[in-house]
């Protein structure tokens, strides 16, 4: 591990092409041993800066340090020392799932000796050992998921980037990855995570980045940033679409921030500040409060 | 960090890994065992069509051709041919599935392999089986009349080498290419010319000396020269120019395909 104890560290990292600004001056630490989500909406960024991570995007500018590696310089020391879970399944389809692991074990450059060994292991943490002949493409979206990141354990990187891991699938099939993240975790492997997901992150990060427009908006402990930014509790209002209006310019006179939800106005942080707070369904303010705040409501 | 990096000294990994390689040929080997039968059956069924159609069509009309016996002028002219198309299609539409498709390159340039490792490998296993299947007419000739001669064992190699270039020049069309309906216009505006006027199927010596003068810009035309020859009798320094000549092409095409494929693949 670097002497900084992080495992990723970025320093004002921009990304442009042509006009448009994809990385924006960001921030972003993983600390050695920690699950760190990358949250942000669709094109605030996320999947290029886990591309610089890999160097298959070059940052314009900005500082890129993966695993005390200095980047694109070192890049491919850092790709040896980590495991990547992409967000398109790239998975050799017409190969069985044992060929699969066997073509990663030589291009991740797991000893001869040791080759067998890590095969059975990934089988193992993937449940995979009783399709082991099947091909790709006989298996199921969830098996699939997790060959997809069992193929990135061959090596036992001591650092996993995971694009978007759980995009499109089942709430079982979810939870079943979410336990194997969680294991990973658990032994201590440093994790960035990106998602949209906001149970995802709640569930499994430590600390959560989030980013908006190519820029870290903040950063914290899932319940650190709900407290900050969204209180303890929120109450939401239903109604017409007028009467929705109406609250939210009301609530903005008594100093609450709102935010909408889609069917409701979720008034946010009732307990502080002086203002009356309206009637309606009380609860606990979440992380999905703070993301919605932070990185605003129109779609971009 | 420091007394990790002592405990386990390992070298810097430096431009074209071994192990990186390594990794992109394991790969298609273990592929190449999924699909080896048809590839197998279309290399070695083709040339021998050919040979038929054009042995025993032409060969009715014309039976010497250029001092030789019109089948073994076709069956060595044709091995150049089958190294041609089983190289620089499979490596046009392969590695635009693999990049576009299967994302296969994604995959790979996440482990530690560079852009220039992932040509390099593409283009050895590619070569490596052109050299194989490209002696696929020559064996069939040898039914049809073809007599054996030790020069027939450079014919591998030779194959290798044009392989290699071609491999390399179908990866970097990919490269350059937008889209895949853009392959179209180089099959029939580049591949199509380059492989009729080879002197494959007819001496390049009966041409206008425009069309003369072309051939002897056309890497497929020193191929097929310098596997005639090596079948029948190399002839000297003309032969170390042919072999010049496609070695050039394959170390030019080879960077290439670096350049188009970094463009394409890193931003």
Same mark, same amino acid.
């Given at each position: 591990m670097p002497a900084d104890g992080l495992a990723i560290r970025l320093r004002g990292v921009i990304k442009r092409y042509g006009a448009i600004t994809a990385v924006d001056g960001l921030d972003l630490d993983v600390p050695a041993g920690t699950c760190v989500g990358l949250l942000?909406?669709?094109?605030?960024?996320k999947s290029t800066t886990m591309r610089i991570l890999t160097a298959q995007t070059i940052a314009d500018e900005g500082q890129v340090q993966v695993l005390g590696h200095e980047l694109p310089g070192q890049s491919k020391r850092a790709r040896a020392a980590m495991g990547v879970v992409p967000q398109l399944d790239n998975l050799d389809?017409?190969?069985t799932v044992e060929q699969n692991l066997v073509v990663f074990s030589y291009l991740y450059r797991v000893p001869k000796a040791e080759r067998a060994a890590a095969i059975e292991r990934v089988l193992d943490i993937a449940k995979l050992g009783d399709r082991r002949d099947a091909k790709v493409d006989e298996l199921s979206g969830g098996m699939r998921r997790r060959l997809l990141i069992g193929r990135a354990l061959i090596h036992r990187p001591p650092l996993v980037l995971l694009d978007?891991?759980?995009?499109?699938? $089942?709430p079982q099939v979810r939870q079943e990855l979410w336990s194997l993240i969680d294991r990973l975790r658990n032994e201590g492997t440093s994790i960035l995570m990106s998602t949209h997901y906001i149970e995802e992150a709640e569930r499994l990060c430590d600390t959560v980045t989030i980013v908006s427009h190519g820029r870290a908006v903040a950063v914290g402990s899932p319940a650190d940033l709900v407290a900050e930014h969204a209180g303890g509790e929120a109450i939401e209002v239903y109604g017409s679409p007028a009467r929705l209006a109406e609250t939210e310019a009301e609530m903005a006179r008594e100093g609450f921030p709102t935010r909408r939800t889609g069917t409701s106005i979720a008034v946010l942080?009732?307990? $502080?500040?002086?203002g009356r707070a309206p009637a309606g369904e009380r609860r606990t303010a979440n992380l999905e409060d703070v993301f919605v705040l932070l990185t605003g409501e129109e779609i971009g | 960090m420091a007394t990790e990096a002592v405990a386990r000294p390992e070298a810097a990994p430096g431009r074209l890994d071994r192990p990186a390689l390594a990794g992109v040929l394991v790969r298609e080997i273990i592929n190449f065992s999924s699909y080896w039968r048809s590839t197998t059956f279309s290399s070695t069924v083709e040339p021998t069509i050919y040979l038929i159609a054009f042995g025993f069509g032409f060969g009715s009309l014309v039976s010497h051709v250029g001092g030789y016996d019109y089948v073994d002028f076709v069956g060595t002219g044709t091995v150049a041919t089958a190294v041609l198309f089983s190289s620089v299609l499979p490596a046009m539409f392969g590695t635009f599935v693999k990049y576009k498709f299967q994302r296969t390159y994604d995959a790979i340039l996440a482990a530690p392999v560079d852009v220039e490792e992932l040509v390099t490998g593409e283009a050895l296993w590619l070569a490596m089986r052109a050299s194989v299947y490209g002696c696929a007419p020559m064996i069939v000739a040898m039914f049809f009349g073809l007599e054996p001669s030790w020069g027939m064992l450079l014919v591998p190699f030779i194959n290798f080498i044009a392989g290699y270039g071609w491999a390399c020049a179908g990866v970097a069309i990919a490269g350059f290419l937008?889209?895949?309906?853009?392959f179209n216009y180089v099959t029939s505006a580049v591949i199509t010319p380059l492989f009729l006027f080879?002197?494959?199927?007819?001496?390049?010596?009966?041409?206008p000396d425009w069309a003369q003068l072309l051939a002897e810009l056309n890497p497929l035309f020193h191929c097929v020269q310098l596997v005639r020859h090596a079948v029948f009798g190399l002839h000297g320094w003309v032969d170390v120019w042919n072999l010049a000549f496609i070695v050039v092409f394959g170390l030019a095409m080879w960077r290439l395909a670096i350049v188009a494929m970094t463009r394409k693949l890193i931003d």
């Open positions: 942000g909406p669709n094109g605030a960024g389809t017409t190969l978007e891991p759980t995009v499109g699938l $089942d942080r009732i307990n $502080d500040g002086s | 937008k889209g895949i309906e853009n080879a002197g494959s199927f007819f001496p390049i010596a009966g041409l």
